[in-house]
């Protein structure tokens, strides 16, 4: 079987000098201490030598991108055959035992485990025939294997550890890239949705706006003209229609103190959420509606969007109250009792109706608590009021 993951390292070039620098030690400490002067045997071992030191650096090369199991054994095979020569050639001379060694590191790069092990048996047999090939002495071969198994174990030992604090630095940074694009898609996915509320809250209140206020405007000035009209003529009928026009603009005035209460461009800067909502009543103070707001539960901090959701409910049930149920009383209850969900009613006493119509307000609503998780269940009836109750995660 291959390694899976090896073609994904860059093998450096360090490694490559790594391996051409242990061979080069090892040749000089041979050189240094043998006393032959055959220049046969000399040229044997050069060549020999480029021989390991070029296939150990391109030939890994190319077998580290290769996925052959094929190619990889024979790479090791080969480098046995020419590392077993040069023990063979040097008579185990100065560090010439180690020339296998780099061939350690090799297998714990391209095998997976069981191929590796069986490399690393390969090296230390090959030594031990090499070895025993110069010396035909079993002493000579068990004298000098527990030195060169031990740098085995060593070499082996460590390049595993190298490699897996590689793979670790490795999925390390691929997760925080993976990260980072989360985030800006998170950010961007944010930013979207900001925008896209903003829009359809000034759409909303463009329509409150055209469709309350508008409509208000106009019918004052149509009862202003005609109680001009009529004031010669029918003097209380013209006191009776400027009655009219006045509560008319009454209530045209808390349409445009809730519209411009709304338009706040930063909600925290005037309080909490319950002072808000107590402000909102108050500024929505109509004669013949009685408001009232109920906390339950021990108050907990919130959300920003979990707070602009609860108190644009509370709005716009407060405006449809006043506009459309003809109610005298209105109640808002805010729950905490439960540590996992808030819960909110806002009910009145108003006409009710048979089938709910929903508005642009109470789709709003919907679409606010949906982006929440939450659920929205509105209930009504012919002279039964009607009834908003929203369950949010907080």
Request: glycine share 8%; net charge negative.
């Amino acid at each position: 079987m291959e390694k899976s993951d090896t073609t994904s390292f860059n093998f450096s070039s360090g490694i490559d000098l790594a391996f051409a620098l242990v061979v080069f030690l090892t040749y000089f400490a041979t050189f240094s201490q043998t006393e032959t002067t055959s220049l046969f045997l000399i040229l044997i071992l050069i060549c020999l030598g480029i021989a390991y030191i070029t296939v150990g650096i391109y030939g890994f090369s190319y077998i580290s991108k290769s996925k052959n199991i094929i190619e990889r054994v024979g790479y090791f095979i080969l480098q046995l055959v020419i590392g077993g020569f040069i023990v063979y050639y040097t008579n185990g001379i100065g560090i010439s035992s180690f020339i296998l060694l780099p061939l350690v590191s090799h297998t714990a790069m391209l095998l997976d485990q069981d191929w590796m092990f069986a490399a690393n048996a390969g090296i230390i047999g090959t030594f031990a025939i090499a070895t025993y090939g110069y010396s035909q002495n079993f002493q000579t071969v068990w004298a000098q294997l527990p030195m060169v198994f031990a740098g085995q174990v060593f070499i082996l030992i460590f390049t595993l550890m190298a490699l897996t604090e590689r793979k670790a630095r490795i999925k390390q940074e691929n997760l925080s890239i993976e990260l980072g694009e989360a985030n800006r898609h998170l950010s961007e996915y944010a930013q979207q949705v900001k925008e896209l509320t903003l829009t359809q809250e000034r759409n909303r209140l463009a329509r409150e706006i055209h469709d309350g206020l508008g409509h208000s405007l106009t019918t004052i000035n149509m009862q202003i003209k005609a109680a001009e009209a009529m004031i010669d003529l029918d003097n209380q009928k013209a006191l009776h229609m400027m009655a009219d026009a006045e509560e008319m603009s009454t209530q045209a005035l808390v349409d445009v103190r809730n519209s411009v209460y709304a338009l706040r461009v930063d909600e925290k800067e005037s309080g909490s959420l319950e002072e808000r909502i107590r402000k909102l009543i108050s500024s929505t103070n109509v004669k013949g509606i009685d408001i009232g707001f109920t906390i339950e539960g021990e108050r907990r901090s919130v959300t920003p969007q979990v707070d602009l959701t609860l108190f644009r409910a509370c709005q716009e049930g407060i405006n449809n109250a006043i506009k459309y149920s003809n109610a005298d009383t209105l109640t808002i209850t805010l729950t905490f009792l439960d540590s996992n969900e808030i819960k909110l009613v806002i009910s009145d006493n108003g006409s009710g109706a048979e089938e709910i119509q929903s508005g642009f307000g109470l789709i709003g609503i919907r679409e606010r608590v949906r982006l929440l998780n939450g659920k929205v269940e509105v209930t009504t009836a012919s002279g039964l009021g009607f009834t908003i109750t929203i369950l949010l995660p907080g």
